[in-house]
């Protein structure tokens, strides 16, 4: 049940990503490590993925790991890594539930092998889900993304299988992690910062963003609607005037 009679259905975002930020900080709010914040963040993760469900948001895209957290203090990212699996394997069962659809999109990779293998798993598990697609980017960078999409078309083109004056918008965006995905009409990002921070660089061209003070395990359901509430406030123009949109 939809407890915000603001939000019109009728105007929803198709695709919105969220920059999870500020569990390292809430945690200390609270005298405590970090890892504490990780662990109340994933509640947030649950309540956010149920009421964009609800909603009929088609993807929500969670800037779970970036590749520049790999520079952390050794004993988070383990703790991180182990609650990612922990996280994966309680949840399946509701994704599958609730008909998520879960991808992943990031330098995979470079994931530790029992992290790897159970995102895989899980992957697979809900891949027949019709209902909203849940894509968490892990060990993301967009930069790094754009650098393999530049190498796998440079290939293309020196293999002879495209022809350099064809390269278009529409050809980089086949070669993205996100490809098949639409680019996200709301970009969210909690905690107080007001930076991308190699997010989606390319996708978020014309997103609108909605920054907020609230720490990520603070953001819950109402905060959530609170964001789609202010996006459906917004004039998307993509370059036109408001007359020429009303005409």
Known sequence: ???????????LPKHVAIIMDGNGRWAKNKGEHRIYGHQHGVTSVRECTEAAAELGIKFLTLYAFSTENWSRPKEEVDALMELLVQTILAETPTL??????????GNLKSLPG??????????AETANNSGLTLVLALSYSAKWEIVEAAKNIAQAVKDGKIDIEKISDQVIDE?????G???PELLIRTSGEHRISNFLLWQIAYSEFYFTETLWPDFKRAA???AIVDY????????????QLIS
């Open 1 to 11: 049940m939809i407890e915000d009679k603001r939000i019109d259905l009728a105007k």
């Open 96 to 105: 599958n539930k609730n008909k998520v659809r879960l991808l992943a999109i």
């Open 114 to 123: 029992k992290c790897y293998e159970q995102l895989q798993e899980a992957m």
């Open 175 to 179: 070669n993205l992690t996100t490809k």
């Open 181 to 183: 995905i639409p680019d």
């Open 224 to 226: 959530f609607f609170e």
């Open 232 to 243: 459906q406030t917004r004039e998307r123009r993509f370059g036109k005037t408001s007359e």
